[in-house]
Nanobody
Framework: QVQLVESGGGLVQAGGSLRLSCAASGSIFSIGAMGWYRQAPGKQRELVARITSGGSTNYADSVKGRFTISRDNARNAMYLQMNSAKPEDTGVYYC??????????????WGQGTQVTVSS
């Protein structure tokens, strides 16, 4: 079994910063691409940022220049540094990862989500 657990969400004022973390645990052989998604009330879940195992990144246009995704392969962890937060960044942020288990089965996993609220 593989688990993804997010942390670091909370309430921040517009213009402020927040750092989200995602920790993967369980029967992990390797982790491929990882990503952060978010879902605002009444809206579909959307990609925020993605990072490959080699460190290549891509971002949603709405967060470019403000958010930075990173990962620590030794710790099976991923991070999202959120700067210059805007009220429209409010939502539940989910961690996602392609994980090859020790059984060599490859599956896509989601965390349970962490709430981010940006007040104006």
């Amino acid at each position: 079994q593989v688990q993804l657990v997010e942390s670091g969400g909370g309430l921040v004022q517009a213009g402020g910063s927040l750092r989200l973390s995602c920790a993967a645990s369980g029967s992990i052989f390797s982790i491929g691409a990882m990503g952060w998604y978010r879902q605002a009330p009444g809206k579909q879940r959307e990609l925020v940022a993605r990072i490959t195992s080699g460190g290549s990144t891509n971002y949603a246009d709405s967060v470019k220049g403000r958010f930075t995704i990173s990962r620590d392969n030794a710790r099976n962890a991923m991070y999202l540094q959120m700067n210059s937060a805007k009220p429209e960044d409010t939502g539940v942020y989910y961690c996602n990862a392609d994980v090859t288990a020790t059984s060599r089965n490859l599956n896509n996993y989601w965390g349970q989500g962490t709430q981010v609220t940006v007040s104006s």
